[in-house]
Nanobody, 116 residues
Framework: QVLLVESGGGLVQAGGSLRLSCVAS????????MGWFRQTPGKEREFVAS????????YYADSVKGRFTISRDKAKSTVYLQMSSLKLEDTAVYYC?????????WGQGTQVTVSS
């Protein structure tokens, strides 16, 4: 059984920063690529960023490139999403998932709300 647990969401003003965490347990992810997605009501879930667990190679959606940074701590089995210069349109539920590109495992999600 794989368990992904996100944390770190909350309310932040536009231009502010938040760091999301995703702790993975239940199996080894050493060969996987892990990702962050987000979803707003009435819209499809969209890709935000991904990282190779072993090689650290990262990819970003154009909408967050230069503002968000994905990273991982192997010792803690944790994937992070550092979000800076947040915009109103970044408001969403953020999900950790893997393995990419078509995840079998998803976290429960954490709400990020950006206010003006």
């Amino acid at each position: 059984q794989v368990l992904l647990v996100e944390s770190g969401g909350g309310l932040v003003q536009a231009g502010g920063s938040l760091r999301l965490s995703c702790v993975a347990s239940g199996r080894t992810f050493s060969q996987y690529v892990m990702g962050w997605f987000r979803q707003t009501p009435g819209k499809e879930r969209e890709f935000v960023a991904s990282i190779g667990w072993s090689d650290g190679i990262t990819y970003y959606a154009d909408s967050v490139k230069g503002r968000f940074t994905i990273s991982r701590d192997k010792a803690k089995s944790t994937v992070y999403l550092q979000m800076s210069s947040l915009k109103l349109e970044d408001t969403a539920v953020y999900y950790c998932a893997g393995p990419m590109p078509r995840p079998d495992y998803w976290g429960q999600g954490t709400q990020v709300t950006v206010s003006s």
